[in-house]
């Protein structure tokens, strides 16, 4: 070896050493968002294979109602307290203390519209049952989200993967006995359980890791966290329109064994898509920061590099896996579920892409224009929803989210060129 060669070496070694560092708290929150989407799939399969397309087409309706509703719990506040707790101009009790009072106003906004829409959409008992243990599940999923935006900001996510194993075990070993010996009712209060036991868990953590956990309520940090976060919100209110629209309007316009079927495929995508999201918020911090300092970091290439790669593999899993995936997870009784997850792997494709550029656009204070392109995404969905369900079923509504996602694509694409275009004017 050379001389040159022995330099080259170990600094090559040590630029490895200090990006594997960098990454290694990002890297926990992946593992922690890579078991609650293994958990979720998991779930998934064990009620379809146990109560059939009916009994998933309740179980599917009363998590996307509940999804739906549990936007207004914390609309869009999480991403804008990471960024307040990266800053370090704030206190971080009072970012706490503004963070809790947005989700206990949204949680009273949620239970009000859950009665509007029970009664809208004429829901049975079980449903309606259901649907009620879903809506506290996504109570302590929101106050846990509360939690780790300050475990992740601090990072502090290693803290957070035994949580997560612990809550998750529990979960499915409850999920398992509730469906052999209560139903559905009983197999949903291990969602409850689970994620009351991860919020007493993560806030133990803050508590231990980050700060003391003493809220204080400041009214000026409420403003500015509410002043930016309902652009994040109503963006995320028009994205989940688009993204959970298509099960209300299959209620409308077919069975329940229709929704059973493809909620068997959209609870894989949905899995998929919470460890996208997950990689996206493991590398927000970073990315925050490098904005705030106008500079490149690895954080930043990589917030790059990701989406492309998770793309080209969901391009590849609709090419070549699905029908295969369906009968691997499901058996021959969701056969119907392969086409619709080839369309929703598409869809997962586009929505890697979007999922990470609206989050660049959080950590640039740019989030005034998520609002516009989802709201674009979600009139794009509900129109082609009307118009493809009544004559293609579940497939139809896989591509009125795969037409929603084109829609933002293009409005970023567009408004892209148009800043590229003013500054070079």
């Known amino acids: 070896m050379t001389k040159d060669a022995r330099k080259t070496v170990p600094g090559f070694s040590e630029r490895l050493r200090h990006a594997l560092r960098r990454l290694a708290a990002p890297m926990h929150t992946v593992v922690v968002r890579g078991l609650e989407m293994v958990t979720s799939i998991i779930a998934a399969v064990l009620v379809a294979r146990t109560l059939g397309a009916e009994g998933m087409g309740n179980f599917t309706l009363a998590f996307t109602i509940a999804g739906f509703l549990s936007i207004a719990m914390l609309f869009g506040s999480d991403g804008i307290a990471v960024r307040m707790y990266t800053s370090g101009q704030e206190d971080p009790q009072r970012v706490m203390g503004a963070s809790l009072s947005i989700l206990l106003i949204g949680s009273g906004i949620c239970l009000a519209l859950a009665v509007i829409l029970s009664f809208a959409l004429s829901l049975n008992e079980i449903q309606i049952a259901v649907l009620v243990l879903a809506i506290v599940t996504l109570f302590f999923n929101s106050l846990s989200s509360v939690f780790v935006m300050a475990i992740i900001a601090y990072d502090n996510s290693r803290y957070d993967v035994g949580a997560m194993v612990l809550a998750r075990a529990l979960q499915i070993v409850w999920l398992v006995l509730g469906l052999k010996y209560g139903g559905l009712v009983l197999a949903v209060v291990s969602y409850v359980v689970s994620s009351a036991l991860l919020a007493a868990c993560r806030g133990w953590i803050v508590h231990r890791t980050c700060f003391p956990l003493r809220p204080l309520m400041d009214r000026l940090v409420l403003r500015r966290m509410w002043g930016a976060g309902w652009k994040v919100g109503l963006g995320a209110v028009f994205g989940t329109i688009s993204a959970k629209s298509d099960v209300l309007l299959l209620q409308a316009m077919s069975t329940t064994e229709v929704i059973g079927i493809y909620g068997a495929a959209n609870r894989v995508v949905n899995g998929l898509s919470a460890g996208i999201v997950a990689l996206a918020e493991a590398l927000f911090p970073g990315v925050a920061r490098a904005a705030a300092a106008g500079v490149q ?38 056969a119907a579920a392969g086409p619709v997850l080839r369309f929703l792997f598409l869809f997962l494709a586009l929505d890697a892409l979007n999922s990470f550029y609206n989050r660049y656009l959080v950590a640039t204070h740019r989030e005034g224009y998520l609002p516009k392109a989802q709201a674009l995404g979600a009139i794009i969905n509900v129109i082609l929803n009307l118009s493809l369900i009544p004559r293609m079923g579940a497939s139809g509504a896989a591509l009125g989210a795969v037409g929603s996602c084109v829609g933002v694509s293009s409005y970023y694409l567009v408004r892209g060129i148009r800043e590229r275009m003013r500054r070079s004017g």
Do not use: N, Q, R
Not at 312 to 320: D, E, I, P, Q, T
């Open 297 to 334: 970091t690895l954080e930043s290439k990589l917030f790059m590099i990701v989406p492309l790669l998770v793309a080209v593999g969901s391009l590849g899993c609709a090419a070549f896996v699905s029908d295969w995936l369906v009968h691997l997870l499901y058996g021959e009784a969701f």
